[in-house]
């Protein structure tokens, strides 16, 4: 077995690394996979020479391979090998936090990779912060509540974590959501992260289950992988981090691969994004008024709180719920705009004003500096929000409290300087990259100025092991009856995907007023990875998801019938409201081509091998 981090090749003095991997490229792809049953593929082999070229020559490459091309053995064995000889890991950035699991399964592709070359690959994984305990939030809750589940999860938190006197070497990482299996979405909320959360001043911090395991996946050796969202905040939190003595989210990487690189976009977008929280302002300017400043200073200090909570109540008021999407719109209106353009002029006042109190001694320089760096983001967040064109804007609620987001439009400017123009290989594998071949419309809005491209097909034989039915609709009750039949008539073994959250429950409250003869599984009830190892391992369970129509990768019996319950047009949210009104024909640029896109990738679930064969049916309201 090729030990841990070692190149699994010989490189001799007079060689180049280069020409050795491509040997081991080779022999890899003619020889030892065949030999363990693998089958050669004439794609894989084609894309491991366009690979090795972006990555002998630190180039940015639009792979573009379908289904079944074995496209994500090949990027990982070039990984590895990369990350071994540059000694600085290579990131993995998958679309969605959901799906990072799937890499790393048991008979996932670094499993198999790991088994028939005989590699050991150190790969940890880099979740979001939402998928870790807080302590802050657990540790109360346990005095009270009467939930036996939450109650284990405290009983399982290790000792150290409330032990002062206990060594940091004695610290591992524990808190990660997919230990706790059997919570629910909901009981997870009550005990996980959130964003309302002051981990800056915590004091669990240092032994705070997700400092662990940053520590721990920052060491990572050859693979990181994390999700285009994590990926993207840490690119853009990536300066305020080290200004303020801190660690960047992720490592320095020696090359970057974009699974599903088509969403990245959509991602930057939320990573550059402004988030206020009704809290925040009241919180640093209380602080703020705790110190020994001047009157009028205190008086100004005062009247931002007070216009604050008016706009944000008055916003509140006139937002509008959109079903399919957590974001509530904001109406455009000129009240609400009057505020806001008073309440930027009034921080901008203070900040000056500021800039005398400091001079004048009487605050100590960290809480001049804390304060000075909230309100300069708040008020370049206002601007944006000001700007007509420039930001979408929306608001998120979480029990009593909300937040008002502002996401910039366009994203590629800060990508082509914060990302693209590092002189690292940057790696976009995907079925969906190009409009018919040409890739100019995904570089230009991801800021990627020069680049290689390639496209490979699907080698299945689709017309041979796939059927596709539409059927039409006009009531619901009709077409759960029709799924009905089709669930019974495959004897459960289907997936069925929902365009949202809602469609999906609403199926569900149907459906638990039925007999069927197969078990249901539903996204949100469990971790989601324990749902998938339930849906793979129960063979005849049927799986109802929103979120799963990228990623997911069941071959065999388990998944042998996809239904697609309604076409996956995209929310009428902000943020695609924001697309479609800078768009000519907004059904033909913005809404045609993304539900396409998701309905492909929703069929491209049913046949993960050559063997699997099965049916796909797709409803469509008449
Ligand atoms: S550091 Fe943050 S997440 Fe961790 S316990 Fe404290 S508040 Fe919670």
């Known amino acids: 077995m090729a030990g841990m981090n070692s190149i699994p090749f010989t490189v001799a003095k007079n060689e180049h690394f280069f020409d050795r991997l491509g040997d ?47 496209k994500t053995i090949v990027y990982l064995l070039y990984a590895i090998c990369y ?11 998958c679309a969605d936090e959901t799906l990072i699991e799937q890499l790393v399964k048991e008979g996932g592709d670094i499993d198999k ?85 002051q981990c800056a ?170 304060i000075e760096e909230y309100l300069e983001f708040f008020t370049y967040g206002l601007s944006i929000f000001l700007k007509d064109d420039e930001g979408v804007y929306w608001l998120e609620e979480d029990g009593d409290q909300s937040s008002l987001v502002i996401m910039p439009r366009l994203v590629e400017e800060v990508l082509r300087e914060e990302v693209f123009q590092k002189n690292i290989p940057f790696i976009f594998s995907s079925a969906t990259l190009s409009q018919n071949g040409d890739f100019s419309y995904i570089a230009k809005s991801l800021g990627v100025d020069a680049y290689d491209f390639f496209s490979v097909e699907s080698p299945f034989d689709y017309e041979e092991v796939r059927t596709i039915k539409e059927h039409g609709y006009s009531e619901e009750a009709e077409k759960y009856l029709g799924i009905a039949t089709q669930l019974q008539e495959n004897e459960g073994h289907s997936l069925i995907l929902f365009r949202s959250e809602e469609e999906m429950q609403a199926f569900r409250k149907w459906a638990e007023t039925q007999d069927w003869s197969f078990d249901f599984l539903f996204e949100g009830d469990k971790e989601i990875s324990e749902i998938v190892r339930e849906f793979q391992f129960n063979k005849s369970s049927v799986l109802c998801a929103y979120h799963l129509w990228e990623g997911l990768d069941v071959p065999g019996e388990a998944l042998t019938q996809v239904i697609i319950a309604s076409l996956p047009y995209p929310p009428d949210d902000p943020v695609f409201k924001a697309k479609r009104k800078h768009a000519k024909n907004a059904y033909d640029e913005i809404d045609l081509p993304y539900m396409e896109l998701r309905l492909k990738q929703g069929i491209g679930r049913l046949i993960r091998t050559e063997q699997d064969k099965g049916i796909v049916h797709i409803w469509k309201k008449a």
């Open 24 to 70: 081991y490229i080779g022999d890899v792809f003619y020889d030892i996979l065949p030999e363990q049953g693998f089958e050669l593929r004439d794609e894989q082999i084609y894309m491991a020479f366009q690979l090795e070229q972006a990555f002998k020559h630190k180039k940015t490459i639009f792979a573009e391979a379908g289904v079944g091309t074995g």
């Open 201 to 370: 001043t915590c004091d669990f911090r240092h032994r705070s289950a997700q400092t662990l395991h940053r520590d721990y996946y920052r060491h990572a050796k050859d693979l990181i992988i994390c999700s285009h969202d994590f990926y993207m905040e840490h690119v853009w939190t990536k300066e305020s981090r080290i200004r303020e003595g801190q660690l960047p989210l992720l490592p320095e990487a020696s090359a970057v691969v974009f699974d599903e690189g088509h969403l990245l976009e959509f991602s930057a977008q939320k990573g550059l994004t402004y988030r206020f929280n009704y809290q925040n302002i009241t919180n640093v300017l209380t602080g703020y008024q705790g110190q020994d400043v001047r009157e009028e200073s205190l008086q100004l200090a005062e009247d931002i709180m007070a216009l604050h909570d008016d706009w944000f109540d008055y916003i509140s008021e006139i937002a509008v719920r959109v079903e399919g999407s957590n974001r509530l719109e904001i109406p455009t209106d000129t009240k609400m705009r009057e505020m806001a353009v008073q309440l930027e002029k009034m921080v901008q006042e203070l900040l000056e004003q500021l800039v005398f109190d400091a001079e004048l001694f009487t605050m100590d320089a960290y809480h001049t500096k804390i």
């Open 113 to 197: 990779l790991e088994k028939a070359l005989g590699l050991e690959v150190d790969v940890r994984l880099a979740k979001a912060r939402e998928n870790y305990l807080c302590m802050k939030k657990l540790d109360p809750l346990s005095e009270y509540t009467e939930d036996e589940e939450i109650l284990d999860v405290h009983d399982s938190v290790p000792d150290f974590v409330f032990d002062q006197g206990v060594s940091m070497q004695s610290f591992y990482p524990y808190g990660d959501r997919k230990d706790y299996p059997w919570l629910s979405d909901k009981q997870w909320e009550q005990i996980g992260w959130d964003p309302l959360k």
């Open 83 to 93: 990350a071994r000889y540059q000694r600085k890991p290579v990131i993995i950035s």
